[in-house]
Every structure is written in structure tokens, then in C-alpha cells.
């Protein structure tokens, strides 16, 4: 019964999207101007700091609060779409809704003033980190930073958990899937293919996606057939695969850039990769944009620049050109249930790769209390992840001061 009330539900959420998407204005939405839309973004994409969460906040604040440019049940039936996708949702939120309001180049423009500011911050940042990182106050306040970054992380793995995690078979695919990644090294995209066919076996009782099964392991190779040895060739196809299939945002990214970047092509340490992801949560756009610090490090100005329009062209691509044909894959039993089967997987593998980054975060009583303090603060005192991000930037450059001035 209560599946049943989920795919009636499921269902309505989809038939009403389509009709939003095709039909003019609902009544009492505001039809806000080509320049205002490109303007807000722009201002978005200097000020969105605190991850997707916040960034969503903000978004329903203007748009539906302040401004009616949608309603409370437009927005929530378009947040519904943009998570079912791969990537960042808070991105894909403003793509679709340029898109809706002004069109397929209001909905670029939307989606690259959301990431253009933060990119920007980013490559001076990862410069700085460079040239100055080995100083004793920039290490002194990511010994702050750090923990706490990996205390959000983990608060993202219980949620991303429960909202996941719907059924007991779901929940054996998750444990398999760390178990198989930690201690016998399988490869995680092919972990993620194989838990959806479970489930997808599971749901069905028959081997209904037999031919996905043939069709989609090559993709797993690509990476390897030497055709292009250029590093940026190899950056660009690293992150495409990232926006392709980082099912849960930019906790799932971390899962291949942990594979790529630092085993496969030791590009970064995990040191640096947690470095980039501190760094993040202090600067504007997507949380993702650790891929543009890691493109930085591994080539300069050109690597962040691929890195940067790889990794969140999919996005684009899913919503602009893709958007009204992914819908219809909502009320396709077979196909959510094979995703449902990866998203648990992806959960699994993320605890493996934030076991790796804790090593590198976590030494030292001080530090491990940090990391507890963020995560408890989020998961049950419900505080703003906005808010412990910024209170760790404040203490993590108040702890460098400090210890600066008693040397």
C-alpha cells in the first residue's frame, strides 16, 4: 500500500511538471525579465556560501517568498526532478529555472553566473594554496577547517542514508557495496552497475535489464584505452564521468575523484583533495567546485578551467535537453528501481572514501571533538550547514592567529 501511495504520488509530481514546463505561467507567478534573472544569479554566485542546502533556502526565499516567481508547489515538484539527477541539485535548480522563465539561454546564463564567481574564487584560492599552503598559519587553520569539513560529510552520509535507504535489500547493497570496495578493492562504478541490477532483479523477479548489463561496463574502461594520454584529456573525461554519474551530489563526486585523482593518476594527495574540499565550503557556488582546485593542482589555469566545465556539463545538458524525457523515467518501475539500487551503492562507497579522508583530517583528540561537534550540531541540533561552515572558516583563522601571536 504504501509503495502504491508513492508511485500515485510520484506520478501526480511528474504529470504536474510537465504541464508547469509546457504551460504558460500559473497564475500568480511573476514573469521576472531576461536582465533580472541574469542578475540575481549573478548576485547568487557571489553570495550562495553553505552548500546545497542553504543554497536551495536562498533560492526558495527569492523565488517563492519574495518575488512569486514560482509556486511553493512548482518549486517542490521542480526540486523533486533536479534530485533525481546526477550532480548538484542547487545547480540544476537555477538552470531549469532560467529555463522556465526565459528560455534555453537564460537557463545557461543562470547556470554559469551560479558557477562563474566561485570558479573564479577558486583558481586564486588553489594559487594561494600553492604558493603560501605549506605556511604554519594557512596549516594551523585547516587543522580547524578540516575536521569539521569531514563532520558535514558524514552528516551528508546519514542523510543521503535515509533518504536512500527504503527497503532492507536497499540496505544490503549499501553494506555490500562498502564491503566490496573496501576490502576487496572493486571498482566503484563497477560497484554502483551492479548494485542497480540487484535491485533491479529483486524488484522484478526477472532479468528484465539484461542488455544495460552488456551495454554499460565499457563505459568502465574508456578511461584506460590509451587513445589520449594528454592530461587534460584525461582530467576532462575524469570529471565528465563525475558529473555523469555522482548520484547524491557532491558527496558521490568525492568517490571518483579519490579513485582518479589521487590513486589512478596521483594528481593530488587525500591530504589535498580534503584541502580542496575545506576550501570549498568557504567560497561561493556549488559545492562541487573542489573539482576546479583539483583540476588547479593537477595542470594550473587549464586543468581548472576543463575540470570546472566538465564536471557540471552534464548538468546542463540533463535539464536543458534531457529535462522532459529523464521525467517520464519517474514513473518507470524498472529504471528506479535500478537507481534505487546505485544510490544505495553510492551511499556505501562514500563511507569508504570518507574513511580514507578522515586519516588525513582526524590527529589528534582536538581534531576528532571538531569533527564531532560539526556533525552533531547538524544531524541533531539541526543547524544551518551554512552556519557551521562559517564558524569553522572563523575559528579555523582565529586558532592560526592565535598560535601565530604566541610564537
Known sequence: MEEANLEEANLEEANLEEANRNA???????????????????????????????????????????????????????????????GPEALQLAIYVGYIKRGVLAG?????????????????LSWLYLAYGSLPQVNDALYVLKPAVLGIIGAGIIKLGTATIKSAMLGILLVGAFLAMFFAGVNFLLILLLAGALNLLFVTARPRLRFASLALPPIIGLGNIGLFDSKLFQLAWLFLKTGLFSFGGAYASLVFLQQGAVENHHWVTSGQLLDGVAISVATPGPFMLFATFVGYIAAGIPGAVVATIFVFLPSFVFVLLGARYVEQLRNNRLVQAFLSGVSAAVVGVIVVVSIDLAREAIVGVPSL????????????????????????????????????LLH
Open 24 to 86: 504558460p505561467p500559473q497564475t500568480g507567478e511573476h514573469m521576472p525579465k531576461w536582465r533580472e534573472v541574469f542578475l540575481y544569479f549573478l548576485m547568487l554566485g557571489f553570495i550562495n556560501i553553505g552548500g546545497p542546502v542553504a543554497q536551495i533556502t536562498m533560492m526558495f526565499n527569492h523565488m517563492v517568498e519574495r518575488r512569486a516567481w514560482l509556486s511553493k508547489e512548482r518549486f517542490v515538484s521542480i526540486m523533486g526532478f533536479c534530485h533525481m539527477l546526477p
Open 369 to 404: 571533538m571538531m569533527a564531532a561537534i560539526a556533525f552533531v550540531s547538524i544531524v541533531f541540533l539541526k543547524i544551518d550547514v551554512a552556519k557551521i561552515a562559517a564558524s569553522a572558516i572563523v575559528c579555523g583563522i582565529l586558532y592560526a592567529g592565535v598560535k601565530a
Open 108 to 124: 545557461i546564463a543562470a547556470g554559469v553566473t551560479f558557477i562563474v564567481p566561485g570558479a573564479l574564487v577558486m583558481i586564486v
